[in-house]
């Protein structure tokens, strides 16, 4: 007898033994990746929210290297450079090449909302998958009758919402409520 991680108990021989446990470890994945992490933005949003912000507040949406924003922020170098791939791709980041060259930003903060680079880091936020049966991988068999969907579209259309209200310029004017310090940028210091 196997015990089933949902609880029930399975006999089986050894090669099948094999296949379920690698089914069941499968289907926590998903259950865990899609209900449980999905209600969670991914570390490549929130990451991602605050290298823009980071650029519009410390460097005024000009040319920045990655290793300063790896510094302010806390995040890896190398990480930061797969978010920026996949922002830049979206036009919401430039990029220069050079000693003095870096990321910058395309539009203006004030042009640029949470919504937008969550959507371009993260794809569909939907608390749960079955919401919407055309737009869904695997189709829920109860969507005309689960009234829990009516909720949970609710939701994500409101967090979606709220997303899109929220720019970029609205984070760093919230940063100088805070009393939080910008960093000077060394390439505006003059010295006479």
């Known amino acids: 007898m196997n015990p089933h991680p949902l609880g029930a108990t399975v006999q089986a021989t050894l090669p099948e033994k094999k296949y379920l446990d690698k089914i069941y470890k499968e289907c926590n994945i998903y259950f ?3 209900l449980g992490r999905n209600m969670k933005l991914s570390t490549q949003s929130r990451y991602g929210v605050r290298a823009i912000f980071d650029i519009a507040y410390h460097s005024e949406g000009l ?9 302010r922020q806390g995040i890896s170098p190398r990480y930061l450079e797969q ?9 919401i ?3 220069k090449r050079g000693p003095s060259g870096g990321y910058f930003l395309s539009k203006k903060p004030e042009e640029i909302t949470i919504g937008e680079i969550v959507q371009i880091t993260e794809g ?10 055309e737009n869904s991988a695997r189709p829920c068999d109860r969507i005309a009758d689960c009234v829990t969907r009516l909720v949970w579209s609710e939701a994500g259309k409101r967090l979606k919402e709220y ?24 390439r505006f210091m003059y010295y006479i």
């Open 63 to 71: 040319e920045t290297q990655v290793k300063d924003i790896s510094r």
């Open 83 to 91: 978010i920026f791939q996949k922002l830049k791709r979206a036009g």
């Open 163 to 186: 997303f899109d209200s929220v720019s970029i310029k609205d984070l760093c004017k919230m940063a100088q409520q805070m009393g939080l310090k910008k960093e000077l940028d060394q």
């Open 124 to 133: 569909n936020i939907d608390p749960v998958l079955c919401r919407d049966r």
């Open 93 to 95: 980041v430039g990029s």
């Open 32 to 34: 865990c990746n899609k």
